[in-house]
């Protein structure tokens, strides 16, 4: 069994700055990608950044030059620097990792999700 644990959320002014970090643990062989999603209130969830086993990432549009992935492959953890928040940032964030366990097969996990409230 695998677990995601996620943290880092929480209340922050307009153009402030905050850290999520989301640690896998369990029977995991090794993490092909990493990344989170959100869901805003009274939307569908949506895309936000991935990171994969190579490094190689991909951002939504809409956090572009403000967000940044990291992953330590050592601790099976990736982090989220959002800097330059804005009120649209408000949403629950939800880490999700594709993971290989040791028969080889590749499963989706996902985090408990964390409240991110940005202010206006």
């Known amino acids: 069994q695998v677990q995601l644990v996620e943290s880092g959320g929480g209340l922050v002014q307009a153009g402030g700055s905050l850290r999520l970090s989301c640690a896998a643990s369990?029977?995991?062989?090794?993490?092909?990608?990493m990344g989170w999603y959100r869901r805003a209130p009274g939307k569908q969830r949506e895309f936000v950044v991935v990171?994969?086993?190579?490094?190689?990432?991909t951002y939504a549009d809409s956090v572009k030059g403000r967000f940044t992935i990291s992953r330590d492959n050592a601790k099976n953890t990736a982090y989220l620097q959002m800097n330059s928040l804005k009120p649209e940032d408000t949403a629950v964030y939800y880490c999700?990792?594709?993971?290989?366990?040791?028969?080889?097969?590749?499963?989706?996990?996902w985090g408990q999700g964390t409240q991110v409230t940005v202010s206006s």
């Open positions: 990171v994969t086993s190579g490094g190689t990432t």
């Open positions: 999700n990792a594709l993971i290989r366990d040791y028969r080889d097969y590749v499963t989706p996990y």
């Open positions: 369990g029977s995991l062989f090794s993490i092909n990608a």
